[in-house]
């Protein structure tokens, strides 16, 4: 209404009164009309005129039946001549031929407004038509030509009022003709020559309408505007061998039309125009002629993209894409190979996926793309996985987080443990575009899991860029689940790579992720993994090291300086420490220890050594304990016996007794078999100490492990014995720790880390 008064205001100067409040009147009804009209119209505008044209306004709207996307002509019937629009009403109810803009309803709702409702399309003018490119211009105007030709050869009409005004843009991004205020049939042609000058007086001011020359004859009166629109599209850039054809279109001479379609067609640096032509057609075709077409159009896209890039608008979208994926999901469904998908899967990435798309609409991608993306993940072929990869970052950002998480994770993980190196490769480098997309558990968990296989690959890029994709995520992992121990633990396998990048990229992301670990576990786990960097081999990877080293040395000496001095902890003087190395005081145990031996020693008698029952002879060495000192004594130190190889007439010190050998201690293994004679009762003891023995766990195999002790009891009483059994007891006990082997330690690496199972 304020617009609506600022126009009555302006009109005031040097008018009529009564005409003012006339149109004021006018203005204000139309307001009101357009209020109502919404709710009684069979269709919905979107209340923003798209362009004014020099008969109306045009909107766009929904009719409400089925929500059909429409175009709204309005015809303020006040301004135009009755007989320019009501030609126009007729001939739109007449002429249903392809090339003009299909009207679905002409509603006459006042004496001073008419609705024509079309099919949704966009006038030319309201496009920057100047930055279409020259092939789609051409195909533009051989569209055009045609209608033309329709026109003339089956309606036997001129269209009469051809413009770039005229000229619109259906969703399939043709070039229709609208605008039949001039239409005449052949026979017939007054009407079109008695009311050219009402029609240009109409559109006077507004340059894409006016119709300029004049052509004697209505069959050339259409090849003639032919010509001026070609030439205002080009801006006279008409190259030599066009020449003759558009002066056979300016002159309206018979059949020019027809001339001007053929060169269009032949024009062998426009791809465009056959492509077009047989997509009209592909509807009437068999599957396979689909797929060779199709074919056709896939390599002349991969050959040359330029004619495809800023077409006009709904060409690609609407016309060409549509049928690219229809025809991709033909080959899906009828079993034919699945390399025959990767031509047309990769002709639709690299219009719609590619690092400059030439289809951009977001809507274009949800609609048609994205399902053949879901489906394509499942589909069992290297080089259609090969090809998602390769458009992986460009499509993943257009896709929500529980699309990735759902639809696309799954398989895409499985690509970590392809056979293949160059999938293996690829899927890792996208690796970096899934994170803050996927769960956390799937980060956590099922990320890291095959990251920590894919860290000990055979290739060495691999390897390296597992690393720098661990440094990446790392900000990303969840604190409570260990998140130092594991980035610990990650680099120090990769800093002991035998390979140079795989050594210097952990020293990277060491100098990336500082700010995630705290002071302890500096303390504790990172500065021993890189304290072996500093003495690599290789003097940049000891440079960076050092490097590291006291960045991360920094940061603990910090985290140390913040401890409060005056604390109540315990001190313990140095002096303390020399007193307790210092041997004086042994001096006294000692001599205790010797008395207790001399105490201990049984008397000597005549009684021949071999007559004394062993089971009453004491142990010099256990009896100078008490039997629960002995039961609390822990036998878990065991030290193997080192061998000593003596030759025959050698004599060994056993518990002060000389024993003469005549034999090395392994010939008598191999020659004494092992007797069992009344020794046996007084060594059961001994066997179940063994035995119990026998019964610890090895850290390596986890199974029970035979001990051998470097001293049985059976040998501590052997220096009163005869010599004969004293010998026997030394058999039996060397065959024990012949049959019983010593268990090797277990190395560091087997121990859990927390890292993964596979590491």
């Avoid at 274009?364 to 993940?377: A, D, G, L």
């Amino acid at each position: 209404m304020i617009n609506n008064n600022k126009r009555v205001r302006t009109g005031l100067e040097g008018a009529n009164t009564d005409n003012l409040i006339q149109q004021a009147v006018s203005e204000t009804m139309d307001f009101i009309f357009k209020s109502i009209s919404n709710f009684q119209l069979p269709f919905s505008t979107d209340g923003q005129p798209v362009i004014s044209t020099p008969f109306g306004t045009i909107e766009n709207g929904t009719r409400k039946s089925d929500s059909l996307p429409v175009t709204i002509h309005t015809y303020n019937t006040t301004n135009v001549p009755s007989l320019l629009w009501k030609n126009h009403i007729h001939k739109c109810k007449v002429l249903k031929l392809p090339g003009l803009v299909k009207v679905l309803d002409v509603i006459e709702f006042s004496p001073d407004k008419v609705y024509i409702v079309t099919e949704r399309t966009t006038p030319l003018t309201s496009l920057d038509y100047n930055r279409i490119n020259e092939c789609s211009l051409k195909l533009g105007m051989y569209q055009v030509a045609q209608t033309l030709n329709v026109l003339h050869e089956q309606a036997k009409c001129l269209f009469g009022a051809l413009s770039i005004g005229n000229i619109y843009v259906n969703p399939k991004g043709e070039w229709v003709l609208y605008g039949l205020e001039l239409s005449t049939s052949f026979n017939d042609p007054a009407h079109f020559s008695s009311n050219l000058q009402v029609y240009n007086g109409v559109v006077r001011g507004y340059d894409n309408w006016e119709l300029l020359g004049n052509v004697s004859t209505p069959v050339g009166v259409d090849a003639a505007q032919l010509y001026t629109v070609y030439n205002t599209l080009f801006q006279g850039n008409i190259p030599t061998s066009w020449k003759p054809t558009l002066a056979a279109l300016a002159k309206g001479q018979q059949g020019s039309v027809q001339k001007f379609v053929a060169k269009l067609r032949d024009d062998n640096g426009n791809p465009l125009i056959s492509i077009y032509d047989n997509l009209k057609e592909i509807y009437i075709k068999d599957p396979v002629e689909k797929v060779m077409m199709l074919s056709n159009v896939q390599q002349t896209i991969s050959a040359d993209d330029k004619p495809f890039k800023n077409p006009t608008p709904g060409f690609l979208e609407n016309t060409l894409l549509p049928e690219l994926t229809q025809c991709l999901q033909m080959i899906s469904t009828t079993n034919q190979p699945t390399s025959n998908q990767v031509p047309f899967l990769g002709t639709i990435f690299h219009l719609t996926c590619s690092d400059s798309p030439i289809i951009a609409d977001e809507n274009v991608f949800q609609t048609q793309v994205k399902p053949i993306i879901f489906q394509s993940f499942n589909v069992a072929d290297r080089q259609v996985r090969f090809l998602l990869l390769l458009h992986f970052a460009n499509f993943t950002q257009k896709l929500s987080a529980s699309e990735v998480a759902d639809k696309i994770f799954p398989p895409f993980i499985q690509g970590l443990s392809d056979t293949d190196q160059t999938i293996r490769l690829q899927t890792l480098k996208n690796v970096s575009h899934l994170i803050g997309k996927i769960t956390e558990r799937q980060l956590n968990n099922d990320l890291l899991r095959v990251l920590a296989k894919t860290q000990v690959d055979k290739d060495i890029g691999i390897r390296t860029l597992t690393i720098l994709i661990i440094t990446k995520i790392a900000h990303k992992l969840n604190k409570s689940s260990n998140r130092s121990t594991i980035l610990a633990t990650a680099f120090t396998k990769s800093l002991k790579d035998p390979d140079l990048k795989p050594r210097l990229a952990t020293l990277y992301g060491l100098e990336t992720t500082l700010d995630l670990f705290d002071a302890e576990t500096i303390a504790q786990r990172i500065l021993t993994v890189i304290g072996p960097g500093l003495l690599d081999k290789n003097k940049q990877v000891r440079e960076n090291a050092k490097k590291v080293f006291h960045m991360y040395w920094d940061k603990l000496e910090k985290e140390s300086a913040s401890f409060p001095d005056d604390d109540d902890s315990e001190d313990i003087p140095e002096e303390e420490f020399d007193r307790m190395m210092n041997d004086e005081e042994d001096g006294e145990l000692i001599n205790g220890f010797i008395q207790s031996v001399k105490l201990s020693t049984p008397t000597p008698t005549s009684t021949p050594a071999d007559l004394v029952d062993p089971v009453q002879e004491s142990d010099p060495w256990n009896a100078a304990f008490d039997d629960d000192v002995i039961a609390d004594l822990d036998d878990s130190w065991d030290v193997d016996e080192p061998e000593e190889q003596s030759s025959n007439n050698t004599q060994v010190k056993s518990f002060g007794f000389k024993v003469p050998i005549k034999k090395s201690w392994n010939d008598e293994l191999n020659d004494t078999p092992l007797e069992h004679n009344s020794l046996t009762k007084n060594t059961s003891s001994n066997s179940l100490k063994l035995k119990k023995e026998e019964s610890k766990p090895s850290i390596l195999s986890k199974k029970p492990v035979k001990k051998t002790s470097i001293l049985s009891k059976s040998n501590k009483t052997s220096h009163q014995q005869h010599p004969r059994i004293a010998s026997s007891i030394r058999t039996s006990h060397n065959h024990t720790s012949k049959v019983v082997a010593p268990t090797p330690a277990a190395e560091d690496d087997d121990v859990e880390d927390g890292w993964g199972d596979d590491w």
